[in-house]
């Protein structure tokens, strides 16, 4: 039982990582219908920023307002790339098939991988400690600080995300635009302005998983984000893609399922539980958990 | 019987251009093995990007883990003449050694491509029941999962790779497969499922209402793209005689992706035109090796912003040369009755 509950907690906090990636996916298939290939990209991006800032940090000690900072700017730097990305790549092909917007979105994730190696070198690095860390002996189940960070930051995005959405102009704004982009901008909405806003919420979410992950499992590499960003789709498809509270149930599902197969089977299938998740999810209840099933209309 | 000649012309030309370049037809000449290598490596990435093509730009499915469904027709085929290959060659002892090796190639190719198409079928059936962009993720991990199972499975040599296959594939092979994969392609775009085909591409839900098995026929063009991958795949492993896993990585599909869009997606002479492009920049760029993969990745994005349909487009090649077929590709058929 301890062994199970030690694995539950240990598949919440990785669960937390997937659910703040699987939100900026689902807000952008929300408003673009577009499977933003790049945005496991951006999350690598914001554990390297992350690496970078603490590096300059350095010297002084690990500090609780050192962290914060770190994670603030990490967002902040990917919010801008989120909206540097929408401006210049899918813009422009907005209005295309949806064919020529998806081979953009893998154009760009390329490119950012492949940059990524140039600059930061292809070898993994070694994310240094930003807190002061302790573990907490609960029941015979060993809570780490960094889990516990990684969950309880991860939920206050989350809330701050959910009440945004809901009970604001903006929120109200980006619902709109979601159910229909047409009639959104009919409505004197700045559909464009929104869209960008929707990139940078998501992309900062990334940035703050990334730096997230960082703490818990200090070594990033250029190509962690595939994986990562694979994952996190998976859950937003098993939450139902384009709902906010879905990323976050898919993302808890996603993590705990891939650690208990971890604990009780074989590490070697780690990687092939969120697949084998999407199929199953695909055959059974495409619309996922909390979507609803639209019907394709002309 | 026109066919037949063709097929034939084929065959007699692929076996002089072989003699030719291996310095068998004139003496005191043949080409570099190194650009022989480059030579086979390129009819290789034909066989695979007008397979894809078939999927992403006639059908358009998008599948991103082309190199996946090679990897499984490389190990299925090497396994195959490696366990097998004795009995299989012993069992035909009255023929000649040449006949002998030709047939055993095309007994794994046809293993190979089996297992491959099986395997399409399985990511097939789930993603293509729905509309939209599901395949390109499940590919893509689909990709990733094979490459590790097949890392973790022993008897193909996991992580230290597999080799000691027989070289049975030549340019000769490879390129006659190249031939064959072209002409099974033109015939299908060209014949009423084809068309079926196009039709899903243009509008899904049209040609649902006009009475189209949308899932039935992206399933089974699916299919036929992935066994064509799995032939390239066992022709891999077998011209170069060793295999590793890393060998078939996402990247891998990426390029071949690359090509097709490059070439122009619906287009087969344009993914032929893509193959070679690629293999002739990425060869002429061996200097800039670290930003080859940076300039298609941005190629990439500027084709779609500029030219979304690739050099190409829907277009062949020779439709650029004769009048009568540039005027019918520019207007639309007429419907009469």
């Keep these: 039982m301890t062994t199970f509950l030690q694995q539950l907690v240990n598949g919440l906090s990785l669960g937390s990582i997937y659910a703040l990636i699987a939100l900026g996916y689902t807000m952008v298939y929300g408003v673009l219908r577009l499977i933003n290939f790049a945005h496991g990209d951006v999350y690598m991006l914001g554990a390297y920023t992350g690496y970078y800032l603490s590096r300059k940090l350095k010297g002084s000690e690990p500090s609780l307002s050192g962290a914060l900072v770190v994670m603030l700017g990490a967002m902040l730097v990917c919010a801008i790339v989120g909206v540097v990305i929408e401006r210049f790549a899918y813009r422009p092909v907005r209005r295309a098939a949806r064919l020529t917007l998806l081979i953009t979105a893998i154009g760009v994730s390329l490119f950012i991988e492949n940059g990524a190696q140039l600059v930061f070198g292809p070898d993994p690095k070694f994310f240094p400690s930003l807190a002061p860390r302790a573990d907490f002996l609960v029941g015979g189940v060993r809570l780490t600080s960094e889990q516990l960070t990684v969950i309880a930051v991860s939920f206050i995005l989350m809330i701050l995300l959910r009440l945004f959405i809901l009970k604001t102009r903006t929120g109200k704004a980006m619902r709109a635009v979601s159910f229909n982009l047409d009639a959104a901008k009919l409505m004197g909405i700045s559909t464009d302005g929104i869209i960008a806003i929707t990139f940078a919420l998501g992309s900062a979410l990334a940035a703050a998983a990334g730096v997230l992950i960082g703490m818990q499992i200090p070594k990033i590499d250029p190509l962690m984000g595939i994986l990562y960003g694979l994952k996190a789709f998976v859950a937003a498809v098993l939450g139902g893609i384009g709902n906010v509270p879905g990323a976050v149930l898919g993302g808890l599902l996603i993590g705990t399922s891939e650690v208990m197969v971890v604990g009780y089977l074989s590490s070697t299938y780690r990687d092939a539980i969120a697949f084998g998740i999407l199929i199953l999810v695909l055959l059974l209840r495409p619309q996922g958990i909390l979507g609803r099933a639209q019907k394709e209309k002309v | ?337």
């Design chain 2, 1 to 337: 019987m026109k066919a037949l000649v063709r097929a034939v012309v084929v065959v007699v030309v692929l076996v002089l251009l072989n003699a030719l370049f291996t310095g068998g037809l004139i003496p005191d000449f043949s080409i570099s093995p190194y650009f022989l290598q480059i030579l086979s490596l390129a009819g290789i990435n034909i066989i695979l990007a007008v397979s894809l093509n078939l999927i992403n730009g006639f059908t358009g499915q998008f599948s991103i883990g082309h190199a996946g469904f090679m990897a499984i027709g490389a190990y299925v085929s090497s396994f195959m003449s490696i366990t097998f290959g004795d009995r299989i060659r012993a069992s035909m002892a009255f023929a000649p050694e040449s006949v002998r090796n030709s047939a055993l190639l095309l007994v794994v190719l046809a293993a190979g491509a089996a297992c491959a198409s099986i395997a399409g079928f399985l990511v097939g059936v789930p993603s293509l029941r729905l509309r939209g962009d599901y395949l390109a993720i499940v590919t893509l991990g689909f990709g990733e999962i094979i490459r590790v199972f097949i890392l973790n499975i022993d008897a193909v040599g996991g992580a230290r790779g597999l080799g000691g296959m027989p070289r049975l594939a030549n340019f000769f092979w490879i390129y006659l497969f190249a031939a064959a994969t072209i002409a099974v392609v033109t015939r299908i775009v060209n014949s009423s499922f084809g068309r079926t085909l196009i039709a899903i591409r243009e509008d899904e839900i049209a040609a649902e209402a006009m009475g189209v098995n949308t899932t039935r026929h992206k399933v089974i063009s699916f299919v036929v793209s992935s066994a064509m991958a799995g032939v390239a795949g066992g022709l891999f492993a077998h011209y170069l005689m060793y295999i590793h896993t890393n060998s078939f990585t996402f990247i891998r599909s990426f390029e071949i992706i690359i090509m097709i869009v490059i070439g122009g997606l619906g287009s087969i002479t344009g993914s032929v035109l893509g193959a070679v492009l690629y293999i002739t920049l990425t060869e002429g760029l061996r200097g800039f090796a670290q930003y080859r993969m940076l300039l298609f990745s941005l190629l990439l994005i500027v084709i779609m912003i500029v030219r979304p349909g690739g050099i190409l487009g829907h277009r062949e090649l020779r439709d650029f040369f004769s009048r009568r077929r540039r005027v019918a590709a520019a207007t639309p058929p007429v419907v009469s009755g």
